[in-house]
């Protein structure tokens, strides 16, 4: 099924969409996504119809959905629809897509309606809307690095743009220096880069040889095999086989087995996987051990949320119970290795977001004003400890914050948007409405689906 512009649609879509556009631009909201919903369905891979029917849920929900609880409650509500739709994406990916869409418009926050989305529109061979897809996963979950390097292969295999991918990749890795999965990831892009567009190209030219193809092709293969995100059933079964053999002949090869329980937490294996690291640990002291177990525990707890009934009448206590006994585990491990790495800057700025997660403000700006003396973590560190200081009412040191970090940062990316945004919500809470929206305006200008900026944007235009 092919993606199809304006130009390429049925009559009837193209009339039913401009309705939508002008039913959104009137701020109709219900009625906007009614017909936006309309048009997909006639036509799945009309991508700038899908665009623009995200921007009005997310006009629609305005501020809404960022609290946990909140988040929490709103999936367990639409989980009879995310149900529908992941029982649809093997026989029929275009109602998953349609019915993805629904809860979307009811909670246009939710990462699993979007994965179903990425899923149906592969399944229908919609490689731009599968981006688009995993590129609002990534807005919506900036940190979470499995969609991020998931968002910058489907760039690279799919035909957008890789080098957004690397910034997303590069700026992950910056936040998080010694992360092998991201420094894994950076080099199988990378591989792969050579290979589209250097050896064969150099070959084209007259220079290099099939020798040198080759080789840079051999050298992106192992690459990609070694990609835990991309392995294939078969591929991990094989690699399992191959590195508990290895580490029988071999059991004091430390890298053996740290690879293996990476392979076996792919596995959900969680057990064999803490196993593994624990005796990794006892023979070498090292913090990203210490991260890796405790990353490996944070995903137990998410995998036995992915085991639950969502049909069950306490479904949502069931989520909330398991999600309460991670953030108990994660706050008490972090404080754990801060104990035990004490100038370990990057582990303070671990700990002071989580305090700040745990409306533990005063401990979060502690740690937070040591965490900024690193240079890869300084500017997130002062995002954060501006919004420690707004919710303490300090609006003055906030947007003070705010502001040196804005200088220090270049470039236009979405940390940066998170910046202004974040200065924009302490303005209006001072009263400074018009130095509020000229900040809000900065991203309206480049991403009008931003997070609530084009409501408050258009808000403000229909007030004059």
């Known amino acids: ?57 997310l006009q629609k929900a305005g501020t809404g959905g960022t609290g946990f609880f909140r988040k929490m409650m709103s999936g367990a509500g639409s989980s009879p629809q995310l149900a529908k739709a992941q029982l649809a994406l093997r026989r029929d990916p275009a109602e998953a897509l349609a019915v993805a869409e629904q809860v979307l418009n ?50 690279s295999l799919g035909g957008g743009d890789p080098s957004h991918g690397e910034r997303v990749l590069q700026d992950l890795l910056r936040a998080n220096p010694n992360d092998a999965d991201l420094g894994q990831a950076l080099k199988n892009l990378s591989a792969r880069k050579t290979l589209d567009e250097g050896g064969y190209g150099a070959l ?14 051999a050298e992106a293969v192992s690459l990609e095999r070694e990609n835990k ?17 290895r580490l029988r002949s071999e059991p004091g090869n430390l890298k053996v087995a740290r690879s293996l329980a990476e392979l076996y937490a792919q596995q959900n294996n969680f057990a064999g996987a803490l196993n593994l690291y624990e005796q990794i640990r006892q023979a070498t002291p090292d913090p990203t051990i210490d991260r890796a177990i405790a990353d490996t525990t944070s995903r137990q707890f998410e995998w ?26 994660q706050l008490e491990e972090c404080r754990k290795r801060a104990d035990k790495y004490p100038t370990d800057l990057v582990i303070k700025f671990e700990l002071g ?18 965490a900024q003396n690193n240079p890869h973590k300084r500017i997130a560190a002062m995002n954060l400890l501006a919004q420690c200081f707004a919710k303490r009412k300090m609006f003055d040191l906030a947007a003070r914050k705010l502001q040196e970090a804005l ?18 919500c302490v303005l209006e809470s001072m009263g400074k409405r018009e ?15 931003y997070r609530d900026v084009s409501a408050k944007v258009d808000a403000f235009y229909a007030g004059q």
């Open 1 to 57: 099924m092919p993606e199809k512009t304006s130009n390429e649609i049925s009559r009837d879509a193209r009339v039913l969409y401009q309705k939508a556009v002008e039913a959104a631009q009137r701020e109709n909201h219900d009625y906007a996504l009614t017909l936006f919903c309309q048009v997909l369905e006639k036509e799945p891979g009309f991508l700038e119809c899908r665009k623009q029917l995200r921007a009005a849920q």
């Open 106 to 155: 009811s909670d246009p926050h939710s990462l699993a309606a979007q994965r179903i989305i990425v899923h149906a529109a592969q399944s229908l061979e919609l490689p731009q809307t599968a981006i688009f897809a995993l590129e609002q996963m990534v807005k919506a979950s900036p940190k979470d690095k499995g969609i991020a390097i998931e968002y910058a292969n489907a760039l």
């Open 204 to 217: 084209e030219g007259g220079q290099g040889s099939f020798r040198d193809v080759l080789k840079d092709k």
């Open 229 to 245: 995100v991309q392995r294939t059933e078969d591929n991990a079964a094989r690699l399992l086989e191959e590195y508990e053999g």
């Open 304 to 329: 036995q949320i992915s085991q639950l009934n969502p049909f069950a009448d306490d479904y949502a206590q069931q989520v909330a119970a398991i999600q309460a006994q991670k953030q108990v585990f």
């Open 353 to 370: 977001s989580m305090y700040l997660q745990n409306g533990q403000v005063g401990e979060a700006i502690a740690e937070l004003q040591k």
């Open 407 to 424: 200088k220090e940062k270049p470039g236009f990316d979405d940390e940066k948007k998170d910046l202004i945004y974040q200065l924009g």
């Open 435 to 449: 130095e509020a929206i000229e900040q809000f305006k900065q991203i309206y200008e480049t991403d009008i689906s």
